[in-house]
């Protein structure tokens, strides 16, 4: 089991636990524990309604790839430490990351 | 106006094999989508993508999918709008409905089928104070046609192709343009950059990099932007601002026919995919049920069940009876 915290969008942090071995996405689990990302692509990245900022941890990750990038290149609320969840798979590099939902969950 | 059984909104893999299902049944179909082409998403975004869970297909190219489906809805002659999207839905005395759509085309049809996947595509707005104020009055999402401009001020905001794009062509047609984008470099095609950044060592564009928009001025009428480049606050005397921050899928004017909705996506029973309004059901990505799987496979068995269900509109004197292809072939129209 991995362990990271998530900041939701009335800035309260959540504690979360995904397992690490299921092959499953920051998106999925996200989703899965009720927050509010729509994920309207089903795990493309072409909606960015999982656009998430890494507070803490990014330097950990895998390198974004074209598509991702080219999709987070678009949204107005951008940052430097934006990603989208559903590009991020749940291992090891996500231990003690700090994870703020940024997408529109409308 | 058109006239149908059935009127289908979304022409993707969804929306195609329900005319098969309907057309098994005698039923008629017409398909809207407000993309040009029919396959929705399949065809618009990952037309060489290949899907390996359709039953049959150990392995099928998105647009292979797409153009079996038309070979194997041919029989059924179903007809087409293409590049409009419905925009409003009436439902008359006898229950049943007409459409309008973005270009006043009317359907009239005994039954509707939302097939809609992911919904419309829409233009991705940033987050400033009355921007909605503005909207039609200076802030324009697209554009339409490029004399609107001539002479104007504009500020053009993003970083992908069609910001450079537009950047490129209106500066040959606007006093001023000026290209705001919040990275140091752009992601759009290299060639496009590189002229960006050319016309502006020429002094013909204004290039603002790293910076966010934070507001609008004017009146009436957009007047000026405020933008902010690495915490130095910035003006600029504008007559448009053009936001091209890419779309992202909404569910459009669907939102607003009084269905229930639950996250963007149509709530129906699974028992027939009927909506809370009769006559009006929901197929594919764009429905929601416990237990809802955003699969093609889903949603062809979801037309099927629907249609059996939509009968009962069509021909409401006569009685269903269920019949198998390998029974009784596929009678063509």
Avoid at chain 1, 35 to 40: D, G, I, K, R, S
Avoid at chain 2, 243 to 257: E, M, R, V, Y
Avoid at chain 2, 303 to 326: E, G, I, N
Wanted: proline share 5%; charged share 25%.
């Amino acid at each position: 089991m991995v362990q990271f915290s998530v900041i939701d969008e009335q800035g309260m942090t959540h504690p979360v636990e995904a397992p690490a071995d299921m092959g499953l996405s920051l998106m999925e689990i996200l989703k899965a524990s009720d927050y509010p990302v729509l994920a309207t692509c089903g795990g493309m990245a072409l909606c960015a309604t999982c656009h998430v900022e890494f507070t803490e941890g990014l330097e950990r990750l895998p390198e974004a790839n074209d598509a991702e990038l080219d999709m987070i290149d678009t949204l107005p609320n951008a940052v430097n430490a934006s990603r989208l969840a559903c590009q991020i798979r749940i291992g090891e590099h996500l231990q003690n990351a700090v994870i703020r939902l940024r997408g529109d969950g409308n | 106006m058109i006239t149908t059984d059935i009127c289908i909104i979304g022409a993707g893999p969804v929306g195609l094999f329900s005319v098969f299902e309907a057309g098994l049944l005698k039923m008629r179909c017409h398909l809207i989508d407000a993309l040009p082409q029919v396959g929705g998403q399949l065809s618009e975004i990952y037309p060489k993508k290949p899907i390996y869970d359709i039953p049959g297909f150990p392995e099928v190219k998105a647009q292979e999918l797409v153009d079996n489906l038309m070979e194997q809805i041919r029989p059924f002659n179903p007809t087409f709008t293409l590049g409009e999207r419905v925009e409003r839905l009436k439902q008359m005395e006898d229950g049943s409905f007409i459409l309008y759509t973005s270009d006043a085309t009317e359907i009239h049809a005994k039954v509707v089928v939302i097939a809609g996947g992911l919904g419309c595509f829409e233009p991705r707005k940033p987050e400033l104070p009355q921007l909605e104020k503005f909207e039609k009055r200076g802030v324009e999402y697209m554009v339409k046609d490029p004399e609107k401009f001539r002479n104007k001020r504009i500020v053009l905001a993003g970083g992908g192709d069609s910001a450079l794009d537009w950047t490129l062509f209106l500066a040959n047609v606007a006093e001023r343009v000026t290209l705001v984008h919040r990275s140091e470099s752009f992601r759009g095609a290299p060639d496009s950059a590189e002229k960006v950044v050319e016309l502006a060592k020429e002094g013909k564009i204004d290039l603002v990099l790293n910076a966010q928009l934070t507001g609008l001025e004017g009146e009436d009428h957009l007047k000026a932007i405020t933008l902010s480049t690495s915490g130095q606050s910035q003006r600029i005397e504008a007559d448009y601002l053009i936001p091209l921050f890419g779309l992202s899928p909404k569910l459009g004017p669907i939102a607003d026919w009084n269905l229930n909705i639950d996250k963007n996506a149509v709530e129906v029973n699974t028992f027939d995919y009927s909506t809370n309004i009769p006559g009006i059901y929901a197929i594919g990505d764009i429905n929601t049920y416990p237990g809802k799987l955003k699969l093609i496979l889903c949603g062809f068995h979801e037309a099927a069940l629907m249609c059996q269900s939509a009968f009962k509109y069509v021909y409401p004197d006569q009685k269903l009876s269920f019949k198998y292809t390998t029974v009784n072939g596929v009678n063509a129209f």
